[in-house]
């Protein structure tokens, strides 16, 4: 079996950050950004990621769809060495998506959860530790074994944007 430092359990997703569309979102016309970045996100995912590109060994186990939005996600994290033999597919949902509008003093953050929504406590396989559970402190569900979802976000690029 694998030894790691940390273990990671939680949502996988892609966002993607729209930069210059007005505060006001007019319905029914089309609106035209000034700029675009897709980057890894989830505060579960990121946060695989940026341990295991500063040394750490990191596990990351996490539930995705058979979709393009998966396999660029996972490819980000394979890229920083993250272990990912225990995440499993949904053959019914695709992988989540968030969509940020960041606007000079906060953003309009736009969620589908996709698959995390089916994630439970039997996808984990607990024999495979050290094991965190990243979620929010506001989260509910636990009772019915559903994993809490990480609602924390933030996004950087090499631009100063966030």
């Known amino acids: 079996m694998p030894q790691f430092d940390i273990t990671i359990a939680g949502e996988l997703n892609l966002d993607i950050i729209l930069y210059g569309l007005p505060e006001e ?9 000034s700029g675009l970045m897709v980057t890894l996100g989830s505060s579960s995912a990121i946060t695989a990621h940026n341990l295991a590109v500063l040394g750490t060994r990191v596990g990351f ?3 995705l769809g058979e979709d393009a939005l998966g396999k660029i996600a996972l490819e980000r994290l394979r890229a920083a060495a993250v272990d ?11 992988t989540g998506l968030t969509v940020l509008l960041p606007y000079t003093r906060q953003r309009r953050i736009l969620t589908y959860p996709g698959c995390m929504a089916e994630m439970t406590l039997a996808h984990l396989d ?8 990243l979620s929010s402190p506001r989260a509910s569900g636990t009772d019915t ?3 809490p979802k990480a ?3 933030r996004a950087h690029d090499f631009n100063g944007h966030e």
């Open 25 to 33: 979102l007019p319905f029914e016309q089309e609106l035209l950004a």
């Open 61 to 63: 186990v996490t539930r």
């Open 84 to 94: 990912l033999t225990r995440i499993t597919r949904s053959s019914t949902a695709s």
């Open 126 to 133: 607990l024999a495979y530790p050290p094991f965190v559970v």
């Open 145 to 147: 074994g559903t994993l």
């Open 151 to 153: 609602e924390s976000r």
